[in-house]
């Protein structure tokens, strides 16, 4: 049974309506790029005993996520020209992760926090006609896109993390979270402890949190899908005990299913930032300065707005300000 057919049960009321329509789409998303050009990675479920890494991957020597990314500039360089002349932006995304990146039930457009940002930097690279063909895809096949350019930017709630950095840019930080656990109604898993050894826990390969399960100690058994919706089915099927994902995208699919509830502290931080190719050090400048102008603005800034929108019903009262920029130069 696919995820469309599963998630979004028992949600009541107008949101729940609307919610329940979202995941009716989701088993029939259509990807605005040739599909010769997508091969969409079927899903698949491979688990495995958490254990300790035999050595760290290699990293930037004194890397800092936080700083990262050069200074802003709207100098056009190559990257820019070559989206002005092909005439849209071709952005990977995710659209299946419900209040960041989906299909709206009556539009059929997407929509969505990580969205508005897209269109953003359509905007000011193309105009305010800017058309985007948005590509749907799996983390794991998020930087092999970007660097056989597939994609101009990936905008998918990616973490910047050193390994990262040494294989595509990054943009300065746009959000800040971290990994929690989700778990069914009933569990007697209540944190990320010894109540978790021999348990199954489901996570997205190509995910963050795969590394984290695998350094914990905790002795759990990782079930890896495709994505961290096909999480949501494993667990509601009874194939999992837990989930592992961004406390951003677990209170998604909490929305969705209100019989699964967040447990423990969140466990570490994750930074989002806006992932581009290397080379393509001007669209890297370019979109830093978009994002200088989606922060501004106090609580009537784009990125204030975005957030009411649509993380502040499940995440809670916005805060003070968004993550202030760093960079390198």
């Known amino acids: 049974m696919t995820a469309g057919a599963r998630v979004g049960r028992r949600v009541r009321g107008p949101a729940g309506r609307r919610a329940a329509l979202w995941v009716a789409l989701l088993s029939s998303v259509l990807v605005a790029v040739p599909a010769a050009a997508v091969t969409a990675e079927p899903p698949t479920v491979r688990e495995e005993t958490a254990r300790p890494l035999a050595a760290p991957a290699a990293r930037a020597p004194s890397c800092d996520p936080r700083r990262a990314s ?5 100098v056009d360089g190559p990257a820019v020209r070559r989206i002005r002349e092909r005439g849209h932006l071709v952005a990977g995304v995710d659209l299946n992760s419900y209040l960041w990146g989906s299909r709206d039930p009556y539009t059929r457009e997407p929509v969505g926090f990580d969205v508005d ?3 953003a930097i359509a905007r000011d690279v193309l105009g305010p006609d800017a058309t985007v063909r948005f590509v749907s ?3 794991g096949q998020r930087i092999a896109r970007l660097k056989a350019r597939q994609v101009d930017v990936i905008v998918r709630t990616m973490s910047i993390t050193c390994e990262r950095l040494n294989e595509v840019a990054f943009s300065s930080v746009y959000f800040e979270t971290g990994h929690r656990l989700l778990v069914p109604e009933g569990s007697p898993i209540t944190g990320f402890d ?3 050894r021999g348990r199954r826990v489901c996570l997205g390969k190509g995910s963050s949190a795969a590394e984290l399960l695998r350094t914990s100690g905790t002795g759990a058994r990782a079930v890896e899908t495709a994505s961290h919706l096909d999480c949501l089915v494993e667990l509601q099927q009874g194939k999992a005990d837990a989930i592992l994902t961004h406390a951003t995208l677990a209170a998604g699919l909490a929305a969705q299913d209100p019989t699964v509830r967040l447990v423990g502290p969140r466990l570490d931080t994750a930074l989002y930032g806006v992932a581009m190719n290397k080379d393509d050090t001007d669209l890297v400048r370019r979109v830093n300065a978009v994002l200088e102008d989606y922060r501004e603005g106090g609580g009537r800034s784009p990125w204030m707005i975005s957030y009411d929108k649509w993380l502040a019903p499940t995440l809670g009262a916005r805060p003070q300000a968004p993550p202030r920029a760093q960079y390198t130069d």
Do not use: A, D
């Open 70 to 74: 050069p200074r802003p500039s709207r």
């Open 117 to 119: 940002l897209v269109r």
């Open 137 to 139: 895809m799996p983390p």
């Open 194 to 196: 010894e109540r978790l």
